[in-house]
């Protein structure tokens, strides 16, 4: 499979500001012949050099590196059909909270050396997933100490638990309705979103 080389972006984006290759190894501190080199895709753009030109062109590195999915069937379609089955795996939390959790993050450790530019999609995945989990932590306590919290007894007048219990349809409707439109997504060889999320995993 081929790896996502950032040279081409670079230098789209650099003619779209309208700069020359001395001009943005200017900007980035870096020397004309490294640019060159990297437009050309004679090496690639890491590390310390990545962040440079990134901040010369005003993006982030992950701007850069980001893999976009080529037509379904060609080049990534190890990478396509395993993110597919990667979201519908977290379909497990109907069961248990916690396995929308575990059985990607099983997934995705079992196979990131042998399929090749998933570790971004499936982060987004796991962080989204870990911070849906702590969303509901976090309003069991609050409903639970309401009083601590200043929310009107009248909001719970059918008691802390029973509210909970109420609530918990709508936090697994906006999961459930995540992952089905993340596969869609990813069916047709789109980025998913997993947003908002905390970057727990970076």
């Not at 700069?19 to 501190?29: P, T």
């Not at 990607?104 to 050396?113: F, M």
Request: proline letters at 5%.
């Amino acid at each position: 499979m081929k790896t996502y080389n950032p040279g081409k972006k670079i230098k789209e984006l650099r003619n779209r500001k309208g700069l020359s290759q001395e001009e943005l190894a200017e900007q980035a501190q870096l020397s004309l012949r490294t640019v060159q080199r990297i437009e050309n895709d004679e090496t690639d753009a890491r590390g310390d050099t990545l962040k440079r030109l990134a901040t010369a062109l005003n993006i982030t590195p992950e701007d850069l590196t980001e893999l976009p999915f080529e037509p379904a069937g060609i080049l990534n379609y190890d990478s396509r059909n395993f993110l597919l089955q990667f979201n519908l795996s977290a379909l497990s939390f109907i069961i248990f909270p916690m396995l929308g959790i575990a059985l990607p993050l099983a997934l995705w450790l079992s196979n990131r050396k042998k399929i090749k530019d998933i570790d971004k999609p499936c982060k987004r995945l796991i962080n989204f997933q870990i911070s849906w989990c702590l969303a509901i932590v976090l309003t069991a306590i609050v409903l639970f100490n309401h009083e601590f919290f200043h929310i009107p007894s009248s909001i719970l007048n059918l008691g802390a638990g029973e509210l909970i219990l109420l609530s918990m349809p709508l936090f697994y409707a906006i999961n459930f309705i995540y992952i089905v439109f993340n596969s869609v997504l990813v069916y047709n060889t789109r980025q998913i979103f997993y947003q908002p999320a905390v970057p727990f995993l970076r």
